[in-house]
């Protein structure tokens, strides 16, 4: 093995010796102490051999030796990366205080190599873990020296994606990321950061996955995906003083932030792109649901044996990939439904082809005939017009009252519904209100009030007895709902003044988790968004430009090389959290073109 060390490498294995002695001393960690202080300093390297940037390394037979201080563990396999990878990664295992590396296959000649230590090793007894180290070496006659760098979020709450695994393809192919491994990988880091140390000056394309399979090739099914849409070339020289390259405690927030990232990925979810029907399920005697694999479905006709066009209600979802069903029929449902459905499926070559699949769906168990006995024991709901009626203080402004059935109904008298208020002096009145159906939900409907709610009264909406039918001919019971706004003083108003619209954009509070979205608006225009009786708390204002005007968050595409729509929090006094304090109103202007400017 040829042993031509650049100075540079020399002098970066004797600050991983020397350095780590400048520490306070501790407890002999070879064995437990019997007393003192908790020894609570991680291991470190006091020798390598061969001394990193070491060139002229072996194809085969090569052997890395790392010695510690003190005895370690190896806690995590699979946090020793080899870039480039092999089809089989290294073996690691310990003897003594030395950590001895070895490959499985052949290295490739005239390459570069980075053996990274990943939240793989802690020491033996305390379980300190090691902060990681970054070995360089080479097959052949020179290290190459160039550095690329990033940083992975999740493209929804635009949080840093840790232990992502981030790809350089020398292969500019579209379906390389899906055929072949990468010419050189990375890991993020707790910040989502990550480098590409000591690569070769050439264009690559820029990935990043979650890689489930750990196998370095994208597989849409089940992983996520980022991308760069342009090739990537590198413009930093790497050198081991580089504060992008040095180990830091995560902890440190100012230097990780300080660190230079020169590109962003954002992980998403694919949508699939076979079409198939995936699944299929009968939900009562005259309901069916069918899932598509993929959205967009195409179908051609769609028909249920033993009934006309006419009596079949069906609806999709917005993504066009489950389809509901039902037959609107007086006649005793069939024990078993036959759906035949005539659709573009994907073929083996991947193409849409006309395809007639017929559907067989049993009666449910619990629906089929029922002997005498067992209709003394049907309970109400399998008699009646079934729906949920709601309404919520904080939302009614925004949202009104939602009442949702549970099939279709036939036949519906919305003037008999009554409304009605009663202010602070107990005196009644009646209310008018709109009745809006869901365009994306036939079963469900908006009754919104026409009038400014006021503070202080009470407000009630009655539903009376068989106002309603549905397709299995049962009539609606009576309920009535009430709701007041709140009056709790300590609860607060966002106002946020909109500027600057020239598109649509769908405005979401999230809470300080970001797991969930509160309330949500759709603009189009300049204008006032309020959210109130907000308690107090820490929030976010997520903001999505809509390209396709849907109004819901769509992701992006690989192939299509198209990115999930933008996102952007809302930032207040330099973060991107808005603190709502007790019995406030804030108005807050938001210039909606200074937000998406073009980076």
Known sequence: MKKRTPLIFLLLAVCAVLLP?????????????????????????????PLPGVVGVPLEGARLIFSFNEYVQIKTPSGIVLSPPQNRPPKARLRGRDLVVTFEEPLLPDMTYTLNFNDAIADANEGNLFPGYTYVFSTGEHIDSMLVTGTVVDCNTLAPVKGATVLLHKDHADSAIFLHKPYATARTDDWGYFTFPYVKDTLYRLYAIKDASNDYIYNPETETVAFIDSLVRPVMVAYDTLPELLKYDMLDTLRCLARRSEHELKLFREKPTRQFIARQERTAE???????????????????????????????????????????????????????????????????????????????????????TQRRNLKHEDTSCVYSFKVEAETVEQNGFSLEFRNPIIYERFDSVVFRSINPRQREAREEFTVEQDSLNLRRYVLRPKNKLQPGYQYYMKLPYRAFRDINGFWSDSTEVKVSLPD???????????????????????????????????????????????????????????????????????????QPERVVFLELSGSSYIDIPASAEISQPVDIASLFKTP
């Open 286 to 372: 005259r309901s069916a649901y069918l899932t598509f694999q993929a959205p967009g479905a195409w179908i051609d006709s769609l028909w249920i044996r033993g009934y006309r066009a006419d009596q079949v209600i069906s609806q999709f979802n917005i993504l066009q990939d489950s389809l509901e069903l039902w037959i609107n029929s007086r006649r005793a449902a069939p024990d078993t439904m036959r759906i035949y459905v005539n659709y573009r499926k994907t073929d083996s070559l991947g193409h849409l082809v006309p395809t007639q699949e017929i559907v067989k769906l049993a009666m449910p168990n619990d629906r089929r005939t029922y002997s005498k």
């Open 21 to 49: 002695m400048l520490l306070p001393s501790c407890a002999n960690t070879s064995q437990a102490p019997s007393g003192g202080k908790k020894d609570t300093i991680p291991p470190y390297i006091i020798d390598i051999r």
């Open 488 to 562: 709790d003083e300590t609860l607060s108003l966002l106002d946020l003044e909109f500027s600057g619209v020239d598109r649509k954009f769908i405005v979401d509070l999230l809470g300080e988790k970001r797991d969930r979205v509160l309330r949500t608006y759709v603009i189009d225009t300049d204008g006032t968004v309020s959210f109130p009786y907000l308690k107090k708390g820490r929030y976010s204002i997520r903001i999505t430009e809509d390209g396709n005007r849907n109004s819901i968050v769509d992701t992006g595409s690989l192939l299509e090389h198209r």
